[in-house]
C-alpha cells in the first residue's frame, strides 16, 4: 500500500479541513482580519456548533466550507478536495427560511433535487413520484403532514422553518450548515424544533455546522462545540460534547450541562471583555 | 360579499367616468364651445361609430404596429434587463447609455429611423420599441436585484450556476416588477407608434389625425384620439389580468385585505 493510500484511508472520516486559513475583508487600506489563521478538522457525521461574540467569524467559517467564499489564506478542504472543485451538493438553512412564494411548501423543498446530481437528471420525471413521495416524507417527520399543498405565506414562522430544514435536507446531503436557523423563534417553538433537527440528523448523520447564539441550543443538538473569540475570530476552545442520545429537554436541566453552558458562557464573556479592553 | 363590493366599487367608478363625460357634454353645450375647438362627447362618439369603416384600416395598423413594436420591446427588454441585473460589468455599462437614450425625446429620433428605413411601418414598429424598452429593462433589473442574498447562498452551496440561479429564483422573482411595466410599456408602445405615424407614414391613427387636424376636422381628430385611448385601456386590462393569473403571489396581501 502507498503512503498516499495510507493517508486516504487515514483520512476517509474527515469531511472538511481548514488549514492555515485566512479570512481578510475588505478593499485597500481599510481591511480587517475576519478569521485569524485557523486550523480544523471536522470528522463525518459530526455535529459541530460554533458559539462566540457576534462578529467572530462564526459565518465565516460556514462560508467557506460552503465554497461560497474564498479563504485570503489557506487552503479549506471538503471530502478530501479543495472546495469548489466538484459541488458535494451543501444543504443549507438560515434564519430566513426564504421559502419561494410562487412556489407550494412541496415544490419548495424539492428545489435541492432540482440542481443538484444525480436527481436533477430524473428531476422531470420522478417529481411527481418518486420526489414528491420523497418530500412528503420528509413533511412528516418533521410535522408538516398536508402542508405540501400550501404556499409559504400561510405557514408561521415555525412551520417555515420546519420546512427550511426539509429543504436543507431533501437530497442527503453529506454536509449540512445551518446559519442561526432558530435565531427568530420564539423559545418553545425553538425546543421543539431542536428535537426534529436531533432526530433528522440521528437518522442520516450528515456532518453539520450549526451557528448559534443560544448555548443551550449549542450543547442540547452538538457533539463539538467550538467557542471563538471576537474579532479577529480564532477558535479558542473545542470541546467534545458526550450527553446520550436522544437528548431531551430533561437532559438540558442536569447538572452536566448546566455546567457546560455556564463554561461557554464565561468564555464567551471573557472573549467579550478582552475585545473591549483592546478597541 | 366579497363579490357584490367589488362590483359595487367597479360601478361607482363607470359611474364617475360618466358623469365626467357628461360634465364635458354640459359645458360645451352651456358655454357654447366651437366644436373646432372642443367637440362634444358625443359627437365624437358618433364620429368614432360613422367612419368606423374608414378609420378601421389605421385602426387595425397602429394596432398591429404597436404590437409588434411591444413584443419586440418585450423581448429585447427581458434580456436586456436580465444581462443588467445579473452582471455588474453590464449594469455599469449600460444604465447611463439606457438612461441617456430614454432622455432622448423620440421625435427626434423618428426622422433618423425615416432616414434609414423610409417611412412607413418600420420606423413606426423601431419608434414603439424604443420607447417602451426602458421601463421593462429598469424594472426587471430591479426584480432581479430583490432576490435575497441568503437564498442566492442556498443555491450556490447546492451546486447551482449562475443560469440556474437566474432561472428558478431571479426571473420568477422579477415577474411582478416585469408585469408591471409590461402595463406602463403598451401604453408607451402607442405613444411611439402614433408618433412616428404623424412624421412620416401614410396609414395608421396618427395619419388620420394629421389629416383630421389639417383639413380642421376637429371631431375626426378626437375619434382618433378616443379610438387610441379605448385600445391603450384594452391592451391595459389584457396585460392586467395576465399579470393576476401569472404573479398571484405577489398580490396577495391585497387579496387577504379583502377577505
Known sequence: ?279 | MRVSRKSQENLKAAGFIVALFAIWEIACVLFEVSPIVLPRPSAIFSTLFVQMPALWPHIVQTLGTTMIGFLLGTVIGLALGAFVGISRTAYNTAYPLLVGFSSIPKVAVVPIFVLWFGSGTVPAVLTALTTCIFPIVVNVATGLATTEPEMEDVLKALGANRLQVLWNVGLPRAMPYFFASLKVAITLAFVGTVLSETVAANRGIGTVMMMATSSFDVPLAFAGLFALAILGVALYAVFAVIERRVCGWANRKQEFALN
Open chain 1, 1 to 279: 500500500m502507498t503512503a498516499t493510500n495510507d493517508l486516504a484511508t487515514h483520512q476517509t472520516k474527515r469531511i472538511a479541513q481548514l488549514e492555515d486559513v485566512q479570512v481578510r475583508f475588505g478593499q485597500g487600506d481599510d481591511t480587517f482580519l475576519a478569521l485569524d489563521r485557523t486550523n480544523l478538522v471536522v470528522n463525518s457525521g459530526d455535529f459541530v456548533a460554533m458559539v462566540g461574540p457576534s462578529g467572530c467569524g462564526k459565518s465565516t467559517i460556514l462560508k467557506l466550507v460552503a465554497g461560497l467564499l474564498r479563504p485570503t489564506e489557506g487552503v479549506v478542504f471538503v471530502a478530501g478536495r479543495e472546495v469548489g472543485a466538484e459541488h458535494v451538493g451543501i444543504g443549507m438553512a438560515f434564519q430566513n427560511p426564504t421559502m419561494l412564494p410562487w412556489l407550494t411548501i412541496r415544490q419548495n423543498i424539492m428545489l435541492p433535487l432540482k440542481i443538484v446530481k444525480p436527481y436533477a437528471d430524473t428531476f422531470r420525471r420522478d417529481k411527481h413520484t418518486a420526489f414528491r413521495d420523497r418530500a412528503d416524507a420528509l413533511l412528516a417527520k418533521v410535522g408538516l403532514t398536508g402542508f405540501g399543498d400550501r404556499r409559504p405565506w400561510e405557514l408561521s414562522g415555525g412551520m417555515l422553518q420546519r420546512a427550511n430544514l426539509c429543504r436543507a435536507l431533501i437530497h442527503s446531503p453529506q454536509l449540512l450548515m445551518l446559519d442561526e436557523p432558530f435565531g427568530a423563534l420564539d423559545q418553545f417553538t425553538r425546543e421543539e424544533l431542536w428535537a426534529v433537527l436531533q432526530d433528522l440528523w440521528i437518522e442520516t448523520k450528515p456532518t453539520v455546522f450549526l451557528v448559534t447564539h443560544d448555548l443551550r441550543e449549542a450543547a442540547f443538538l452538538a457533539s463539538r462545540i467550538l467557542v471563538m473569540s471576537a474579532r479577529p475570530g480564532r477558535v479558542t476552545e473545542d470541546r467534545q460534547v458526550e450527553f446520550a442520545r436522544p437528548r431531551t429537554l430533561e437532559t438540558t436541566f442536569e447538572a452536566e450541562f448546566t455546567d457546560l453552558t455556564n463554561d461557554l458562557r464565561r468564555m464567551i464573556f471573557a472573549a467579550r471583555q478582552s475585545k473591549e479592553m483592546t478597541t
